[in-house]
């Protein structure tokens, strides 16, 4: 025998983000085809996913948490710990790297005081690598929150902060 | 067939097949981690690679993944040119760097395909001087130890447990060389397969934890075939043991039945041959331990003051013993020791079975099957590895399209990929929900009279001179004509059934199903309790019910009781009077249990590890265990009590009593043959049950004797008790353990094929009864539809595979599993009783036989009407089934669980 | 007026707005879809983009055309078919998709739907790498004005056939850009990739029969379709037809991306288009075509970026956009770098990129440290063979292998500096 009993649903997910979910659930011919945009959704409304939040996307989708888990790990823009409200991706790959990104990565968690992946202590900011984020043309690049910035100087702070 | 050269050796092969699966069905030694015969391939390991040439004039070839090339006409190909040798070697090496290399303390030491292939590509030097990534590891419940560190990502592990187990909670997690195998959090992995994972991970990850608990090497286990006891199917096992006690099974490879799986029931159930509550003295009055020879001039004694004595066999006793039992008490005064209904079931499948003229299939045909009704099971709980192989039938859709496509059946991602496109017609009618659903195009719920009414219904659909049922809703009709077309479009429809609701009707619209798919290849398969319930009731005998009546009538006053706990078999009131009021109550039984408390003369059998003897599967194969270890005195196996005592008998050996046994009932005439007897011999020597490996003999018992003590003697199989003797050759019944140079881990098994995920080499071991022949006619007694009687309920036994067999139940690990012991009622039952979910329930049978206090679960699938219960536990023995009851909320001041019994 | 020589990037402006519908449509924009839909049968519409010879600008560089015509398409094959906009641009060093998608969002849906219509797919999906957010947005708006021109939807352009074009966003991963991995993650799975047969074209999206392209790939359909076979062959200065935006990035004086014909010289790209190398630096060589190619050196200028071409000089035209390698930038680093890339994007299937790439980086590591000792130079070689072609289950250790094995080839002397312990005074980043 299954379960003897069927619990309340998607316990701690937002009206707004079951909606959304079930919105694009139109698009594909099944419900897995969703997960990952579903993470992503639930990560709009929260910065992260918490396993709370997993668990609950997982049984909207008819999966178990361990498979969505398993999709979610995978994917490096699916945060699994909380973030800041904003984060910092900046480019580490090749171009990027030869002009100057390790610089840019010292100042900002210098300034922020954090490691790459803390949130800094007024849970502003997060910074993480980002691979190619294919503008090396003007390289350095920073991708802040859904903003590309390009060209970053030396003096990196200003740039990206905008102090 | 594909005419092939390897090496410049030219073979002929299957074509179409992968070139691995050719290269080790050829004999020949190709490493290989991903792909597993079951499973097919992966391509992800790269481990099985070789050299192929495009022509007779390529000198220099291309590496190709042997698991990944299909075999061709006239392709030429290298295992042993250096390119492949180093691929494969530098392979070894890299999935070492994260290895721990912590063979001295893993469990998987000594029979590991990793150290095998290690060995095998000639890997000897490490390079890598960089650190080792490490992981923490899960607790994964009783059965399953995780060691995540030992991982070489072959992916094995989560393919067999949700690509062909359809479980869902162990995946992988990560990425690059971060992958993780796990669960989402600790706890009991939920698949009912999950100890193949020991077998299936080719490394230490997934161990057993049973048998790490008191662990030894496998070179250090005496092992013996053997058959699994704890259900019908007859899958076979290699058990081992050590010290004196029983330490694992392991699946031991058959190519009808079990292939190369089992389920956790089978797996680790044994912990009850070691269990506190064996019976190891004989004893009387369930108190004074006597020694067995006083225990056999008693027995003898007994049996000749007594009144015509009489004699209750047992469906988990080999045909053996009930054989002995039988002779000795005179065939009018043996009793099959079955619950009646089952005894009136049993009786009809067994006719089905004998002259029904549909084919009892194997599991392996069963996994051939196009098109599946399942009437009134949920064979996850009554025969889990049937689910196994139904899940995998489940597939043949898929197959058939890719076959279209000309995607290879081995290719496995692509053919599950077209899984959405290609439905295998699965129906499933059940009481409720089952753990199959999720494989079903169509499930149907309902009450054991329903689920008859609808099969009836198909087989009507199906040839109309099949008798309909009267008054069947609209739904159930368009679903009987939906399943009517799918079984008729099939060209090997399968049919499942069984005892587990009890009810005739639901076997006889089985049968009528079958007979209305005239097709040569329509096939119906029953399950049943019990490792021989088949043979008993084959062997015949009367109900126990008359056995009751013998004795309270007073035609006899004494009764031997062979392995059978008769308060699983009948209610309480009634066991209680019978065994008060016969004047001696003899029982011969290997576990404590509420018979053998009340038996005068008890006397301690062996077994199945330490005693040998003939079961027959539901399929109606006979099949031959042997035994492990020799029973320690005064335990003996039950037949040997029996004839020890018999007077003027022939049967001084277990291959008498089995001759005796094939001479007697036609239908046994071919047990003989299910394995070779106790003369067989290699070149004059007897099997080692012990490898040549074996160690410490001479000092294992130097704590008590410094002298080596000498080896027991087998009279009655053709095994030594020793590492002694002839290993080369073995018939395949007789295998006690698989291995080969090279390979000693349980995949050293291609090496007895006749092919991989083939037959074993001269046959797979026992021998089929019979073959169905002519035809009954159709089954007419329809019931009429279940309509709930206001305010009564009817007890719907809900097997659980673990809980409900009464052996495993006293494995430790499997008890750790057991479910909740709760009734199930409908949501509207509940409504109107107003009771919760977790609440307390008190159930009261109308005769007012027992009121029984236990908490109640809502279950959305379950009519109306029906009050399910976990079989099994002992609180349920004292409930009388086809008794209505009465439910209600349990007083506050009941809330205690207790029970009482008026 | 239309600028015929430059078809993909006629409509970009320098100031980084973007063409609206209105601009799409008044330089041509949708002819060629009306012309595929009105007067040509789908399999005409497959047949002159094969004509053409457009190759794949996703990297392998088949032909697109021949790939469509192998799609399944009699009357007992699959009715459900996919279109698939690989969009998922990941590749370090490689930026010609972002430009195209933000800047002409049209283009590429004009291009999806003449493509659907040549295989007959009824739903196409956009799958766009997550991190191109304002890609996204223009995208989803140029969807939208599509539909409402009656582009896209049920009847296209009033004819029988029925479109639907999804935008999904990817959530990161350089292997989603494998097309099979792509797929995977489109069904919400892990994106490991699926082996091959079957190929996509067979039984891809869900089991269906299924296109993979490029958008750049793309975006070049409907100038074919519009202007027809032989004008886009007159394109091409070398054997390969029509034209490729090629882009530089590293040390030189004009970073950037330019629309040019196929088989331009490397010189011409980096000396004229990029301004040669900035003052103080020199070239030292350069990935041809991103960062799973073989460097080439100075000495390779000349060589025409047509696929045989860069590929008889050692290396790939990949995706076209190169990454210059100046001399004081360390080699040693710079593969570093790429390979601390690729075992970080390894999907972890397939043993040796799973184990070897990490191994791959720990020896880089050493060495770089002073750790390194001269038979780990074996050991590397050794895994640049390991990892070859046909040895893992995908193209990405492939890939990953080309800088590594050319770096010592070519920079050997780099290497073994660090390993007997005098290293140049090298201007590291
Ligand atoms: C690791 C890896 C990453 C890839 N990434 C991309 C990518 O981001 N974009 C792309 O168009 N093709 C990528 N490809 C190539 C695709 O697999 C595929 O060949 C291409 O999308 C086909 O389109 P085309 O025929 O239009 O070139 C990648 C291949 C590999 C092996
Ligand atoms: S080469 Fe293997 S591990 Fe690497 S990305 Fe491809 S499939 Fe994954
Ligand atoms: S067995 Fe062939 S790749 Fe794993």
Redesign the interface.
Known sequence: MKEPTEKPVFEGLSLAEIQEINAEMTHYEDKTAVSIEALKIVQKHRRWVSDACLVAVAELLGLSPAQLEGVATFYNLIYRQPVGKTVIHYCNSVTCWMLGAEHIRERLCRHLNVGLGEMSADGEYTILPIVCLGACDHAPVVLVGDKLLLDISDDAVTDILGR | MAGIEIDGCSYVVEDGNNLLSACLSLGLDLPYFCWHPAMG???????C?VIQYKDAEDKHG???MAC?TPVTDAMRISLATDQARQ?RS??IE??M??HPHDCPVCEEGGECHLQDMTVMTGHTFR????LKRTHNNQNLGPFINHEMNRC??C?RCVRFYNDYAGS????????????YFG??EDGALESEFSGNLVEVCPTGVFTDKTFSAHYSRKWDLQTAPSICVHCSLGCNIAPGEHYGKLRRVINRYHGEVNGYFLCDRGRFGYGFVNSPERILTPRIKSQTEITADAAGSHFRQLLKTAKSPIGIGSPRSSLEANFALRTLVGEENFFLGLEDTEHTLLNTIIELMRKGGIHSPSLREVEQADAILILGE?VT?SAPRLALSLRQAARNASFELAHT???LPW?D??VR?????ALTPVFIASL????L?DAATNTYRGSPEDIARLGFAVAHYLDDSAPAPSALPDIEQSLALTIANSLKQAKRPLIVSGTSCSSLAVIKAAYNVAKALPGPDTHLTFTMPECNSLGLAIMGGKPLQHAFEAINKGLADTVVILENDLYRRAPGQHVDLFLNTARHVLVIDSLANKTAQKAELLLPSATFAESEGTLVNNEGRAQRYFPVYPAMEPVHASWQWLTNIMENTQWRHHDDLTDACAGAFPDFAAIIQAAPGADYSIKGSKIPRQPHRYSGRTAMHANIKVSEPARPHDRETPFSFSMEGAMAEVPPALLPVIWAPGWNSNQAINKFQEETGGHLRDGDPGVRLFEASGTLPWFNDIPPAFKPEQGLWRIMP?P?IFGTEELSWHSPPVAERLPNF?A?VNPLDAEALGVN?GDQIEISSLSGAFILNIPV????TLSSGLL?ITTGRPEFQSMNIRERVTLRKASPQLQDNSESQL | MEKMDKPLTKNIRSDRAFATLADYESTGGYQGLRKAITQLQPKEAQHWVKEAGLRGRGGAGFNTGLKWSLVPMDEDAAQTRYLVVNADEMEPGTFKDRLLLEQDPHQLIEGVIIAAYAIQASIAYIFLRGEYHLAAQRLANALLEARAKGYLGEHVLNSGFNLEIYLHTSAGRYICGEETALLNALEGKRATPRAKPPFPLVSGLWGKPTVVNNVETLCNVPHILHYGVEWYQSLGRGADKGTKLFGASGRIKHPGLWELPMGTPIREIIEDHAGGMRDGYKLRGFLPGGASTDFLLPEHLDVVMDYDAVAKAGSRMGTGTMIILDDKTCPVQMVLNLEQFFAQESCGWCTPCRDGLPWTVTLLKDIIAGRGRMEDLDTLSGLTRMLGPGNTFCALAPGAMEPLQSALKYFREDFERYIVGNIADMETA
């Open positions: 391939s992966a391509g992800a390991c790269r481990q690679a291309r590496l190709v990944m691929f530098d392979n890299l999935l760097t994260n390079r890598y001087r960089g070489i990502a992916y869902d909670d162990l995946q992988v997690f990560g990425i690059h060389n971060n992958v669960r989402f949920d709980h496509m000309h995607i290719q991602a692509a990929n077209l899984e959405s496109q409720c929900a089952t753990r659903d809900l659980n709760c199930f979910s679960e809502i279950e959305h399910g």
